[in-house]
C-alpha cells in the first residue's frame, strides 16, 4: 500500500473545475494500481477523492450496514447525487463533477487538501476557517485526553 501524503496543501479548482494536485499527491495517485478515482461528497460540505479501492470498501460497508438504514441511505444518495468517476490527468489535475463544484461553492476558488483514512479531503476555504477554529478552540485539552490514551 502506497502511504498518502501527511499535512495541509493549498490548491485551487480551475475554471473547467479540475484541481491541480500538489507534486506529493500526484505521487500518491499516481503509485496506485488502479487509477481510476471517486470524487464526491458525503455530507454536502466537503469533498472527498478515493482511490477506487477504497471506495468499494465503502460499498460494501453501505450494502452491510444495518443499525440505521436512513443514515446510510441519506450517505449514499449525497454520494451518488454528487460524485463521478475520475482520473488524474497527465499534468496532475482531477476534474470534479459539475454538480459536487456547484453545491459546495468551489468552482474557481481556493481548496485545501489532506489525506484522512485512506482518502483525500477537499476542503472550502470557508470550512476550512470553520475546522481551523473549532480545532484551535480546545487544543491543549484535546492533546493532554489523547497523550494520556497513548499518543506520542
Known sequence: MV???RGMYPARLDDKGRVK?????????????????FVTS????????????????????FDSYRDEPRIM??????????????EMDGQ???????ELRRELGIENQPVRLFAYRGRIEVLS?????????????????DVAKL?????N
Do not use: H
Open 3 to 5: 502511504e498518502p501524503p
Open 21 to 37: 494536485l500538489p507534486a506529493t499527491f500526484q505521487q500518491f495517485f499516481g503509485a496506485l494500481r488502479e487509477k481510476k478515482l
Open 42 to 61: 458525503l455530507d454536502r460540505r466537503i469533498a472527498q477523492i478515493y482511490p477506487m479501492a477504497v471506495w468499494r470498501e465503502n460499498e460494501k460497508f
Open 73 to 86: 441511505r441519506n450517505v449514499a444518495f449525497n454520494a451518488a447525487d454528487l460524485g463521478a468517476e475520475s
Open 92 to 98: 496532475g489535475r482531477i476534474l470534479f463533477p459539475p
Open 125 to 141: 476555504e470557508p470550512i476550512y476557517e470553520e475546522r481551523k477554529r473549532e480545532a484551535a478552540q480546545t487544543a491543549s485539552e
Open 147 to 151: 497523550e494520556a490514551a497513548g499518543l
